[in-house]
């Protein structure tokens, strides 16, 4: 398959890894020839319920009998899509209650910048350096690395950058501004977490200028760092929380919930001021509602905490320098960007699969399924540590 991959597959990068895969189950990945591989990435952090969950691939068997796509979003009553956004808002703190979905993490971003400047009227957009939001042409907006931005320009206008964590770059946000998106916790960028309350002191700087709050929870969200939102370990709440990677259990979705208020702007004046044809399609909105009823009544939630703390435990070693991160999204730093490199490419030889980040090129991403066991955690780390024993 190898040949016609290269030929009829638009490629991201001049060397893709390339794994024929057979199937997936649990925590496991098989190659075609018949090589299993224990997966610390989760799909980047979307199968968070590992691998064809039988209550995944229930449900969508389920919705497979009843109907497929009936009509774009918005216009008919469809169970799975309506379920899932109620379970979203019973959830979420008030008055976080209207979901619109989507069908990806960026296009959910898409979704959250059009419905802050609908609604305040501003245009004005700030998002933090080194951020990542995804890879259409508004979300690319909103990373400030300008030679990754050079090939595509123009792209959206007005938006401007201060640095995470930064209380003095708090200024830039005035009344001029339409809406401060940040990720909950950097992603890219290296698993960077808010210091000293300051996703608090955004929130609270928005509501004394009347700009919108947008998190993106699209990694952090839906379990992976001992909440079910990662702002819940922060003391703060967004005015739009956006959504996507693991809310599917393996399907592709995105998501952007505000308050009912908020979120009525867009449906009037212009009318159909967002539409999408597949948004909560009928099958992934099942796949979704199975995976988020799964996380949150099971203990899965907590035991990520656990788990982050028998990683730690067990990823000692000289070569790494910090593991930064919470819950389930991990990332161990090494030395430089070569040790990582070939920790990441000796580990799927040895049957762990590991990834990089986007930005932290010393960083190797641990981001299993929350459904990952202990023995199954202790075995991937002791490949790693076996692997930096030799460097
Ligand atoms: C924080 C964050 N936001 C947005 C996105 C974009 O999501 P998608 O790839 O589903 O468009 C990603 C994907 O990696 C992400 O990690």
New binding site residues.
């Given amino acids: 398959m190898q040949d016609d991959f290269f030929k009829y597959q638009a490629q991201t990068s001049p060397q893709p890894l390339a794994m024929e895969i057979s199937h997936a189950k649990g925590s496991y990945i098989y190659d075609k020839s018949g090589k299993a591989y224990l997966d610390f990435v989760a799909g980047?952090?979307a199968c968070s319920l590992g691998h064809s969950h039988p209550k995944v691939v229930d449900a969508v068997k389920a919705q497979l009998d009843q109907y497929l796509h009936v009509m774009v979003y918005g216009e008919y009553i469809q169970e799975p899509a309506l379920e899932l956004s109620k379970l979203l808002a019973k959830h979420l703190p008030n008055p976080l209650e209207s979901t619109y979905l989507v069908n990806?993490?960026?296009?959910a971003?898409e979704g959250s910048l059009k419905l802050a400047r609908r609604y305040t009227e501003r245009s004005e957009i700030i998002a933090a350096k080194n951020a990542?939001?995804?890879?259409t042409m508004g979300?690319l907006s909103l990373m400030d690395y300008e030679e990754r931005k050079a090939p595509f320009l123009p792209l959206i206008p007005d938006v401007k950058h201060i640095a995470f964590n930064s209380e003095v770059d708090l200024e830039q946000i005035t009344n001029k501004t339409a809406a401060v998106i940040l990720?909950t916790i950097q992603?890219?960028a290296g698993f960077i977490e808010p210091q000293n309350n300051y996703l608090q002191k955004v929130q609270k700087r928005c509501n004394d200028v009347g700009a919108v709050f947008i998190l993106?929870e699209?990694?952090p969200g839906i379990g992976r760092t001992g909440k079910l939102f990662g702002f819940e370990n922060y003391n703060c709440q967004p005015d739009i929380v956006v959504t996507?990677?693991g809310l599917g259990g393996g399907l592709?979705i995105?998501a952007f919930t505000a308050s009912k208020d908020m979120m009525l702007s867009l449906s009037d004046n212009p009318k159909f001021g967002h539409i999408t044809t597949f948004g909560g399609n009928p099958v992934i909105a099942a796949a979704a509602l199975a995976t988020l009823k799964e996380i949150t009544e099971s203990s899965l939630i907590k035991d990520t905490l656990e788990k982050e703390k028998l990683i730690r435990e067990h990823l000692n070693h000289k070569h790494i320098k910090e593991i930064r991160g919470k819950g389930l999204m991990l990332a161990a730093i090494v030395e430089n960007a070569e040790i990582a490199n070939n920790v990441i490419l000796k580990a799927q030889d040895e049957g762990l699969i590991l990834f990089w980040l986007l930005f932290e090129t010393k960083a190797i991403r641990i981001t299993p399924p929350l459904t990952i066991s202990n023995e199954e955690i202790i075995k991937g780390c002791k490949i790693i540590t076996s692997i930096l024993d030799n460097i």
């Fill in positions: 980047v952090s990806s993490g960026t296009e971003i990542y939001h995804g890879n979300s990720e992603g890219g993106d699209i990694q996507g990677k592709p995105g």
